[in-house]
Every structure is written in structure tokens, then in C-alpha cells.
């Protein structure tokens, strides 16, 4: 899931300055999660964007606008509202707003509500943790599914640095040191030789972006 927060009212005016007549596309996936994009929050979007003097001309919530198929129904479904439309305002991640971009046939003007800040794990409570960096190399098979690229403040590969405390990140005092809690995992697991295993350094090549995996 990507974690999103709603840019400041005021820099969406600002960006909305010359487009009088805006469409909303909210997300019924993330964004409706974190209560940046799903229906509440198009329609507060909405009323603000009435009360400033615009014309909405219309919304729609894909339940994953990044997937074009979604997207194209959504527009189709909408397409005298979107005629009428000056403006798209994307009340989703960059992935929802570029595909918005992608699919929309009118070539309107297309511009992001929230900016995208992590990928994240969501616990139990409703909290988020960013816990993978989408590296395209992954380790966890060595490191009890515990991510040292993410959860290490340096990214560390073979063990933790030299200044951990008391279990602590040297970086972050209120961070527990990733290192620290993949040791633990392993020794649960009788696992503790794969500490005695040297990775070899990341191969950056495969974060090269931007990433694509093609359907033949």
C-alpha cells in the first residue's frame, strides 16, 4: 500500500489558479485507507473547491486508479461530466495520478491532491510502517523477513555498525537497531549461521529506474 498525505489546501488553489471546471478521482484502495481520497474525503474536497468558486463537474472513486482497465470504465462512465471539464484533480498516488494521465482521452489537464510518501505494512491498529524499499534484490530469506535496507538507518547488509546501544540505533535512540531484532528472529529460529554468511554489496543496477515488466 502507498501511504499518502493531502497537499496544503492552499498550494491545491494554487494549482487549480486557472482551471475553474475540475473532475475529482478519488482511490478505493490506499488512499480510501488512509483517508486521503475515498468518498469522504472527494466529497469535502468537493464542497472546498465549490465554496472557492470552481464547478465540480463530477467524481469518481476506481477502487485502484493506478489499473488502467479501472480507470478507462470510471472515465467512460463519466465522459459527459469529464467534456465539461477543464481539469482532472487526482486524489491518489503518483501511480493513480500518472495512469489518470495515461488513460484520459481528452488530454484534459491533470494534477495530483496528495502527495505519495512510502510504501508501508498496516498493522492491526491502523498504523502505517514503511518496512520495504522495493530494493529488487530482496534478503529477507537471510534476515528472518526482517528488511536491513529499510529498517537499518545505513542500510547495513552484514550485521549492525558500531554504534548500537542497548539494542538502539545509534541514528535514532527511539528506534530498536535492525540488526539487533534479525539476530533475535534467527536465534528463535535456530537460524543464527546465517549470521555468519557475508552478503555481497547491493546491486544497484536493479534499482535503476524506471522499473518495467512487460506482458508479451
Known sequence: MIVTQ?????????????????FLVGCGECSTTCHTG?????????????AQGKKVTGWVIPNAPCIAAQTKTAFAQNMPALKDTQAILVMSCGLGVQSVKENDRLKLEV?????????????????FYEVCSNCGDCVLDKTG???PITRCSKGLLNGPCGGVIKGKCEVDRDRDCAWVLIYKELERKG???KMKALSAPKDYSKTTKPHKVLVS
Open 6 to 22: 493531502r497537499k496544503p489546501l492552499e498550494e491545491i488553489l494554487s494549482i487549480l489558479k486557472d482551471q475553474n471546471k475540475v
Open 38 to 50: 475515498g468518498e469522504k474525503e472527494v466529497l469535502e474536497m468537493k464542497q472546498f473547491l465549490e
Open 111 to 127: 494534477f495530483p491532491a496528495l502527495n505519495s510518501m512510502f510504501g508501508t505494512l498496516m498493522d492491526s491498529k491502523g498504523s
Open 145 to 147: 523477513c526482517i528488511c
Open 191 to 193: 537460524q543464527l549461521d
